[in-house]
DNA sequence: CAGAATATTATGTGCAGACATAATAATTGT
DNA sequence: ACAATTATTATGTCTGCACATAATATTCTG
């Protein structure tokens, strides 16, 4: 016995060993948290922080009374961090740079109106570039609801991008992203100084305040971006 | 006073809801865990828990002895669920299907042999279909070191596809994910059924248990696949 | 024997107290 | 004034105990 798992931690790396080596097997039930305790010289407590920790991560089902048993198939979970984008470009490494390319108020298109819900409402419609090193790096999308940002519509956004502007300025609590492929329109590959027609990386997301909508934006990213994750 | 905030759930929900509500605005120090657990009427172990879980939402920032403040910006974790494929497609209720379409043993091309470092190795490619209600679904381009997943010489992948097997019997310790669009090759858009050139979105997943690779897959999705997350 | 009531059990969570650790602030020595 | 040492402080975590809760197993009852 290499003797006590004193921290979480340990115990956490141990169980994990135990599962990538097949000590535990997927679908096995595993020993409840007493056993587990006293077989590992720690507290209960301490094994279930450990084993709540796996479990978040997906490679551990538990169920009371039922007990803990390894996942059968484990859902990874790529957890991607989705910054701001002059963050973004900045960590890479790269000179950032924002030009507004439109601001009005308009009713949106049915699409924007079904997702945000906004009925008859116009909204306030940014479209904007943000650079990498003086080359595009994404063209934005926006639409934003005035009702659910307050003090929007005093916003230029002529060197300051909506996107940072919201995130400091607006709260939200919800939001739902999708990513998609999509071809370039003559316009977008104006735009994004690209082939009309090359395949572009697409992000929308929709951010809601309790029931109001805040804003939609989707992301046209230029061509060859990747989004990256660990699991 | 609402009285006692009993459970860490509540806690977590009144410290949401002060972020939101801008009583602790971005940048705030918020009052230390002690603080807290007088004025909620709760022990610091149970304020712990839930400042721990609003902090691993990413709208805290903690720190020993600097204390806690709400994080300036906020960035969102959108957290996407990787499943089996098969899985991906009953859950939209749609008749999985799949096909293999090549199965050998080869050296891989460059960029394979540099994302996965296996030198001169011979690795086994698979190239596969799967479906959802009989229309092409993602077009899988695997790549497996035998080496890191034993047994894998032995299955034929005929009607089992390789992404289950490899979840089901090979164990790994880490991986990383790539997303991307690119534009569909002739090769790829007959396979796909679609046309060449249709901007398609791409996963690209490599794993590995410990220090051995074990597997490299691209998976090309039919146009108009998206990734969905929430916030 | 079917179905309802009850007991059992594993996880979920709370508490108070203690010590560990990291980061900052204050003090000291040169 | 500056650098090195020491004190302080907020979070991080462990412990042992208690009770809550959900899901299953068992017993009781018509």
């Given at each position: 016995?290499t003797?006590?798992?004193?921290?979480?931690?340990?115990v956490?790396?141990?169980v994990?060993?135990?599962i990538?080596?097949?000590?535990?097997?997927?679908?096995d039930l595993?020993?409840?948290e007493a056993?587990l305790?006293s077989e590992?010289g720690c507290?209960r407590?301490t094994?279930?922080?450990?084993?709540?920790?796996?479990a978040?991560a997906?490679?551990?089902?538990r169920?009371?009374?039922?007990?803990?048993?390894?996942?059968?198939?484990?859902?990874?979970?790529a957890?991607?961090s989705?910054?701001v984008?002059r963050?973004?470009v900045e960590e890479k490494g790269a000179?950032?740079?924002?030009?507004?390319l439109?601001r009005s108020?308009?009713r949106?298109?049915?699409p924007v109106r079904?997702a945000l819900?906004?009925?008859d409402?116009?909204?306030?419609h940014?479209?904007?570039?943000h650079?990498?090193d003086?080359?595009p790096?994404?063209?934005?999308?926006?639409?934003?609801?005035?009702?659910g940002?307050p003090?929007?519509?005093?916003q230029?956004f002529?060197?300051?991008s909506?996107?940072e502007?919201?995130?400091?300025?607006t709260?939200?609590t919800r939001?739902?992203?999708?990513?998609s492929?999509?071809?370039a329109t003559?316009a977008?590959?104006?735009?994004?100084?690209?082939d009309?027609?090359?395949a572009?990386?697409?992000?929308t997301?929709n951010?809601w305040n309790g029931?109001v909508?805040?804003?939609?934006?989707?992301?046209?990213f230029?061509?060859g971006?990747?989004?990256q994750?660990?699991?």
């Amino acid at each position: 016995m290499t003797t006590a798992f004193r921290n979480w931690q340990a115990v956490q790396q141990e169980v994990l060993r135990r599962i990538h080596a097949r000590e535990w097997a997927p679908g096995d039930l595993i020993p409840n948290e007493a056993d587990l305790a006293s077989e590992f010289g720690c507290a209960r407590a301490t094994v279930n922080r450990a084993l709540r920790a796996v479990a978040e991560a997906g490679l551990l089902d538990r169920k009371r009374k039922a007990g803990t048993r390894v996942a059968l198939q484990p859902v990874a979970r790529a957890t991607l961090s989705i910054a701001v984008i002059r963050q973004e470009v900045e960590e890479k490494g790269a000179r950032y740079g924002y030009a507004l390319l439109e601001r009005s108020m308009t009713r949106p298109p049915a699409p924007v109106r079904a997702a945000l819900n906004t009925a008859d409402a116009t909204l306030l419609h940014i479209r904007a570039l943000h650079f990498a090193d003086g080359a595009p790096y994404a063209l934005e999308d926006r639409w934003i609801n005035p009702q659910g940002a307050p003090g929007v519509l005093d916003q230029p956004f002529e060197t300051t991008s909506a996107n940072e502007w919201l995130l400091e300025h607006t709260p939200y609590t919800r939001g739902d992203i999708a990513l998609s492929a999509q071809s370039a329109t003559v316009a977008e590959a104006r735009d994004l100084g690209c082939d009309a027609g090359a395949a572009l990386f697409a992000l929308t997301r929709n951010t809601w305040n309790g029931p109001v909508a805040v804003t939609r934006v989707r992301l046209l990213f230029a061509p060859g971006h990747s989004m990256q994750a660990d699991l």
